[in-house]
């Protein structure tokens, strides 16, 4: 007799994949067992593992849908009509938004930070490699000599200015002044 492989639900794979997102922000990803998501996901434990082995795919799964949102705010804020400072300054603020807006209220924000930098190294590093090429294109297309020195500059000071935010409404002001300093400069001059 031959097994039938089951189609999985990507209903089934998105409910999962929120009811671990909530667990993780409340109780950080050390304390969510895959018995905790199979519950607050209202699915037989064998079911989940029938869609992801073990916690550290739930996780990846989790950081892959999060890189895309990323890449859609970014892209969405590159492409807006406006001058080179000001679309830059809003991709780099939106992108730090998304991130605010997945850990308001986690009392578990710093656990994920770190988290991340070990367990979604490879997918963060993709996706700010990406996040990087579109604004260096971009700077590249106003005229900026080394736009990929500038872009590595304001990628590491807007996680600066982000990790050190005491809030999102301080976080976007501060990524513009930092924007306009660094790009201002180094713009063909007019005449």
């Known amino acids: 007799m031959r097994l039938v492989e089951r189609k999985l639900s990507p209903e089934r ?12 922000l409340l109780h950080g990803l050390r304390a969510t067992t895959m018995e905790a998501v199979a519950r607050a996901a209202q699915i037989a434990k064998p079911t989940l593992y029938g869609y992801f082995p073990d916690k550290e795919a739930v996780f990846a799964a989790l950081v892959q849908t999060f890189a895309g949102d990323l890449r859609d705010a970014v892209d969405t804020a590159l ?83 982000a990790r050190k935010a005491k809030s999102q409404a301080d976080l976007a002001p501060a990524i513009r002044l930092l924007t306009q300093r660094l790009i201002e400069p180094e713009l063909p001059r007019r005449e």
């Open 13 to 24: 794979r998105a409910r999962i994949l929120d009811a671990a997102r909530r667990l993780i």
């Open 79 to 161: 492409a807006k009509p406006g001058d080179v400072v000001s679309r830059i300054a809003e991709a780099l603020a939106a992108k730090y938004g998304v991130i605010a807006r997945l850990l308001e209220g986690s009392p578990h924000a710093e656990e994920l930070y770190s988290e991340h930098d070990r367990t979604g190294a490879t997918e963060f590093a993709a996706i700010d490699e990406a996040i990087k090429g579109s604004i260096a294109a971009t700077l590249a297309e106003a005229g900026v000599k080394k736009p990929e020195a500038l872009v590595e500059l304001l990628v590491g000071a807007t996680y600066g200015l």
